[in-house]
Nanobody
C-alpha cells in the first residue's frame, strides 16, 4: 500500500489549508485512515482519524478547527484545517491501518510540511 500526501505549505495564522492523502495498492481493505504530526523537538502525535464506517476522532488541540473526511471509495482522506495557529506548524503524516489477506498492517505517507507563520 502506498500513501501519497499533498497540500502542505505556508499559511498565515488564522488561515486554512487542506491536506489530501490517497491510498493505492492491491488487495487491501482500509480500517482507519488518519493524520499525525510531528512538530520540531516534539514526538509525533495524533491529529485525527476516520474509520471505514465514518467515525472520527480528533486531538483536543484541533477540535472545532480541523475536519477529517474521506471519499466514497474510502481510499482518500482529507484534512481541512481552519483557524490555523503557529503551534500547528509540523510535518503532517498520513496513516493507514489496513487488512491485507486478513493480516493487519500499518502504512505511513512521506509527510507534508505545514508552516503557520506571519
Amino acid at each position: 500500500v502506498q500513501l501519497q500526501a499533498s497540500g502542505g505549505g505556508l499559511v498565515q495564522p488564522g488561515g486554512s489549508l487542506r491536506l489530501s492523502c490517497a491510498a493505492s495498492g492491491s488487495r487491501f481493505e482500509i480500517n482507519t485512515l488518519g493524520w499525525y504530526r510531528r512538530a520540531p523537538g516534539k514526538q509525533r502525535e495524533l491529529v485525527a482519524t476516520i474509520t471505514r464506517g465514518g467515525y472520527t476522532n480528533y486531538a483536543d488541540s484541533v477540535k472545532g478547527r480541523f475536519t477529517i473526511s474521506g471519499d466514497n471509495a474510502k481510499t482518500t482522506v482529507y484534512l481541512q484545517m481552519n483557524s490555523l495557529k503557529p503551534e500547528d506548524t509540523a510535518v503532517y503524516y498520513c496513516n493507514a491501518d489496513v487488512m491485507i489477506l486478513r493480516i493487519p498492517r500499518v502504512y505511513w505517507g512521506q509527510g507534508t510540511q505545514v508552516t503557520v507563520s506571519s
